[in-house]
């Protein structure tokens, strides 16, 4: 687990890890410095649980990769012959006693890669902007229902040390940005799978507004534009059209209402992409909260309101995408990287 900072409910979060079902692991978390707030948190979560298998690291220093990297990087160094598996989790994941399990019982066959989950945002206090950033979050899981596009999600992922080795992702990582896609990118080039079990997807607990879900998810997008050009390209076909298909449907709805009825037959055509759509997050909202009963408390307390702030993720996307399109430096921990490259920071 790499920390930075005083991440809300990053205690629960550590606990939550000294506590999995599983018979025999250790834990490691990694923090930026021995002066950052996490380290205080994480080394008086480990005193409490003495006698747990753990350790606190801190990260060492890789200049051309990103912190969260580094991190990585300093973990794999300072457990190498330690771990046949490594489980990588984010700071800000809530994980229910099962996820180390069903996350690592998958790699037993060695074609696949890597194992993964995803995240799943439950809004602290309510709000509009928060459920949008749920709702804009939720639909990433598209795609990791897909063999081809899917990926490795950096905050709930398993990989064989074998895999890591023969891979090269230390190499891979030296340069890095984003661990996951760059992992991904390695995966692929050897002829690795990538298995998604959607009952290791992680909890996290959100709060956002406005600027900070633009800021953050473009942030998302200008990575995926880098890093998984395929991918973006996906998106931008996809909610192109689909924006494009409702603004001709509503078009269509006011020339039935102004001047004939015989309009609202195509109207009713073009919107039903977006009819169908809306019943798709429902379902999907209902697949995960049945994967996730640990979590079923918070599910039946967003459904309504992450179900219909839905309506407006294919617009704040399209923004996104567009945005990315003219973007080649972002901000992630306080820091500044200007991307170089398919990898590189």
Not at 61 to 72: E, Q, T
Not at 119 to 134: D, M, V
Not at 162 to 171: D, Q, Y
Request: with cysteine; hydrophobic share 45%.
């Amino acid at each position: 687990m790499p920390c930075k900072g005083a991440e809300p409910g990053l205690g629960t979060n550590i606990e939550a890890m000294l506590r999995q079902d599983y018979r025999n692991y250790f834990v490691v978390v990694v923090t930026d410095s021995y002066q950052d707030s996490a380290y205080a948190i994480a080394s008086s979560i480990l005193a409490r649980n003495s006698r747990a298998n753990a350790q606190i690291l801190v990260a060492e220093p890789h200049v051309r990769a990103s912190g969260k990297v580094a991190a990585l990087l300093t973990a794999l160094s300072k457990t190498k012959g330690q771990a046949e598996v490594y489980a990588f989790v984010d700071s800000d994941a809530r994980i229910p006693p099962n996820w180390l399990t069903e996350l690592v019982d998958p790699l037993i066959d060695k074609s696949v890669g890597a194992t993964t989950g995803f995240r799943w945002h439950f809004p602290l206090q309510g709000g509009i902007w928060s459920h949008l950033e749920a709702a804009w979050n939720a639909s990433g899981t598209n795609l990791l229902f897909n063999a081809r596009y899917n990926f490795p999600w950096g905050g709930s992922m398993a990989v064989r040390t074998e895999t890591l080795n023969k891979i090269g992702i230390e190499n891979s990582w030296a340069t890095a940005i984003s661990d996951d896609m760059a992992l991904n990118s390695a995966l692929r080039q050897h002829g690795y799978s990538i298995v998604f079990l959607p009952q290791c997807t992680v909890a996290t607990f959100n709060q956002s507004d406005l600027p900070h879900l633009l800021e953050w998810a473009t942030r998302q997008t200008v990575l995926t534009r880098v890093l998984n050009p395929m991918v973006w390209r996906y998106g931008l076909v996809a909610y192109a059209f689909l924006d494009l298909v409702f603004l001709l449907g509503l078009v269509g709805l006011s020339l039935g209402v102004m001047l004939s009825p015989i309009w609202l037959i195509p109207s009713a055509l073009l919107l039903t992409p977006t009819v169908s759509g809306f019943m798709r997050n429902g379902q999907r909202y209902l697949t995960f909260r049945r994967a996730l009963p640990h979590f079923n408390t918070e599910f039946e307390r967003n459904h309504y309101p992450h179900v219909e702030a839905s309506f407006l993720v294919p617009w704040i996307m399209m923004y996104c995408i567009i945005k990315s399109s003219l973007t080649h430096e972002i901000e992630w921990r306080g820091r500044k990287y200007n991307l170089s490259g398919t990898s590189n920071v």
